[in-house]
C-alpha cells in the first residue's frame, strides 16, 4: 500500500486565466491581462506546495480557479483523479466540502452580521449531520484553533486580527476538507501573532492530516511550511523544486532576484541585480522575465522557454539553465 505522501491529492494541468483589457468610448476589448497562463503542478497527500512571488504574479488567481470561485479559460484540475473544471456545479457541490481557503484579510472574509457560531456553521452546510452534531463540531473546531467558547455569540468587529483569522481557519475546517488553500494567511498579521498561526497551521495539518497550497509573499514563511516551492511571474511558473534545493540552489534570474531580499540563504549569497522597472504592456513576451533580465542572451528573445528538469525534480523555465 502506497504511504499518504506518495499519493497525489491535487493536480493541475496547463491552467490559464486571461482577463479582457478594454479601453475607449466603446469600452473595446483591446488586448488580455493574462493572469494565469499554463501552469502545472501536483501535490502530494498530507504535504504544503509554497506559492511565491511578487504582487500581480497570478497566485490570489490561481487560488481562486483551484477552488472554482472563478472558473478557467483552459486547462484541467484533477482532484483525486477526478477533474473538476468541467464538473457541473450540482456534482462539483459533492466535493466542495473537501476543499475549502483561507483569505488574507478575515474582517473582509468574515460576515459581519453573523456571530461566531454562525459563520462556522456556514461551513458545514453540506455535512450530513444534525444541529446537535454540528454544534459539538463548533467547540471542538473553537478548542483546535484556540478560542474559548464565549466567542460562539460575538462578532468578527469584537476580535483582534489574529483572533479573526482563528475563525477564519475554524470556518474553513467546518466541512472536513482533505484540501486547505491559504492565500497569505498571516501576512496581515504581526509578526509575533505570525508566528502563533504558523504553529497553528502546522500542529492542525499534523492532526488532521491536511494537505497545504500556502500562498506568501514572505519567503522565510515559505521555506519553514512548504515541502515543494513554486515561484511564479506574471502567470508563469519560473521554476519549481523541494523547498531546501530551490532556496539552497536558485537557479532561475528572477527567483535569484527574489531571494536576494533574504539576507543569507544557506551558503550563498546573491546580489540582486539592477532593475528598471517599466510599465509592462498586455502583449505576448518569448519569456516573461527577458525586459528585466540581466543575462538574456539571442537565444531568449527567438524562442519561449518551458518548464523543464534541470536537476532532479527541480524545474526551470530558462534558456540559461
Known amino acids: 500500500m502506497l504511504e499518504n505522501a506518495q499519493i497525489t491529492i491535487l493536480e493541475v494541468k496547463d491552467l490559464k486565466k486571461f482577463f479582457p483589457l478594454k479601453r475607449g468610448l466603446f469600452y473595446k476589448t483591446v488586448g488580455y491581462i493574462k493572469a494565469v497562463d499554463g501552469v502545472s503542478f501536483s501535490l502530494r497527500q ?129 466541512s472536513e476538507p482533505e484540501l486547505v488553500i491559504l492565500d497569505e494567511p498571516v501576512s496581515s498579521l504581526d509578526l509575533s501573532i ?11 495539518q499534523e492532526k488532521l492530516k491536511l494537505s497545504y497550497i500556502f500562498i506568501a509573499h514572505d519567503l522565510r514563511v515559505i521555506r519553514h511550511l512548504s515541502d515543494e516551492v513554486c515561484v511564479m511571474y506574471r502567470g508563469k511558473i519560473l521554476e519549481r523544486a523541494f523547498s531546501e534545493e530551490i532556496f539552497q540552489n536558485p537557479l532561475h534570474p528572477y527567483t535569484q532576484t527574489l531571494f536576494s531580499s533574504i539576507p543569507f540563504i544557506g551558503k550563498k549569497t546573491f546580489i540582486s541585480q539592477t532593475v528598471t522597472v517599466e510599465e509592462e504592456k498586455p502583449e505576448d513576451r518569448l519569456c516573461r522575465f527577458l525586459p528585466r533580465c540581466g543575462k538574456k542572451k539571442t537565444l531568449c528573445e527567438e524562442n519561449e522557454p518551458f518548464l523543464k528538469e534541470v536537476l532532479p525534480h527541480h524545474f526551470v523555465s530558462c534558456w540559461q539553465c
Open 46 to 174: 498530507g504535504k504544503t506546495l509554497g506559492i511565491v512571488g511578487e504582487s500581480g504574479s497570478g497566485k490570489s488567481t490561481l487560488a481562486k480557479l483551484l477552488i472554482k470561485i472563478l472558473e478557467p479559460d483552459a486547462g484541467e484540475i484533477f482532484f483525486r483523479d477526478k477533474e473538476i473544471t468541467s464538473l457541473p456545479e450540482r456534482e462539483f457541490r459533492k466535493l466542495r466540502k473537501s476543499l475549502s481557503i483561507v483569505f488574507q484579510d478575515p474582517f473582509s472574509s468574515l460576515d459581519p452580521r453573523f456571530t461566531v457560531e454562525k459563520i462556522i456553521l456556514e461551513g458545514m452546510e453540506l455535512l450530513k449531520e444534525n444541529k446537535a452534531e454540528k454544534r459539538k463540531r463548533v467547540f471542538r473546531l473553537l478548542e483546535m484553533v484556540g478560542l474559548s467558547y464565549d466567542a460562539l455569540e460575538r462578532f468578527p468587529h469584537e476580535f483582534s486580527g489574529g483572533q479573526r483569522q482563528r475563525i477564519s481557519i475554524a470556518r474553513a475546517l467546518a
Open 194 to 204: 505570525q508566528a502563533q498561526m504558523i504553529n497553528l497551521l502546522i500542529e492542525l
